[in-house]
Each structure stands twice: as C-alpha cells, then as structure tokens.
C-alpha cells in the first residue's frame, strides 16, 4: 500500500480536508420514543408516580397509584385509587391501546380545572416528555 504525500498548498489543504469528511459518519439523531401502548404507559406511569404522587402534590394526597401495566385486555394503564381503600372504584383511570399507543383518561378526577391538568400532564408524557 502506497501513501502520498499531500503538499500544503490551497489544493493540498483542500485534499486533507476531503479525505477527513469521508471519514466521518453522520450525526446521529436521539431515537424516538416507542409509541406503542406499554411503553407509553410505563412512561406515563413513572412521571405520574414522581410528579402526582411522590411529590406530595396535594391534588393527590388523597391517592396512591397502582399501575395495571400487564394487562390482557391489551390496555395498560395506571389508577389513582383512594390511599385508604384502594380496593374502591378508581378516582382516576389512565390507559392506552394501539400503535400508535391512543391513550385516554377518564374518571371523576377528570372533571373542572383537576381534568385539565392531568390532561395536560398525560399528553406531555404520552408523547415523549418529562418533568413535572
């Protein structure tokens, strides 16, 4: 294998620079978020726990989250069930099914400016974000 020898005129300059670029790949991009329903809603559950509920939010206070991740129905989703009887009905149903993941929520907790909030909140998360 022969090497050459670059001069380091405008033309030589020009060929290094040349034979640099073809060596280097292209930028890489963050991967998109799995919108498929579980992963949508692992998402979603994991913000909901750390901002609604570990956060001491007192619209919350209330509550206490349990996660129906591993449905069979092909619907997973979250619940916010009353902290002290968590066997009641849910305050707060939270699911998704699909791909892409159609998520929706419904419930008593879903009515005035509360609804808005948590609507708000579940779009951000659904779709990739985070934070409280």
């Given amino acids: 294998m022969a090497f050459t020898r670059i ?3 405008p033309v030589g300059l020009a060929a290094a620079a040349a034979l640099l670029s073809a060596c280097q790949s292209a930028p890489v991009s963050a991967p998109a978020p799995n919108r498929a329903a579980l992963a949508t ?3 979603v559950a994991l913000s ?3 901002c609604w509920f570990k956060s001491g939010d007192p619209m919350f206070a209330a509550y206490r989250l349990a996660p129906e991740l591993n449905s069979f129905s ?3 989703r979250i619940l916010a069930v009353p902290r002290n009887s968590p066997e009641s009905r849910p305050a707060l149903v939270v699911q998704a099914e699909g791909t892409p993941a159609k998520v929706d929520a419904f ?9 808005e909030r948590i609507r708000r909140d579940v779009l951000k998360w659904s779709s990739g974000g985070s934070g409280c």
């Fill in 48 to 50: 909901a726990n750390a």
């Fill in 74 to 76: 092909g619907r997973p």
């Fill in 7 to 9: 001069s380091r005129g």
């Fill in 107 to 115: 419930g008593p907790m879903m009515a005035g400016a509360s609804g």
């Fill in 41 to 43: 809603m692992e998402r």
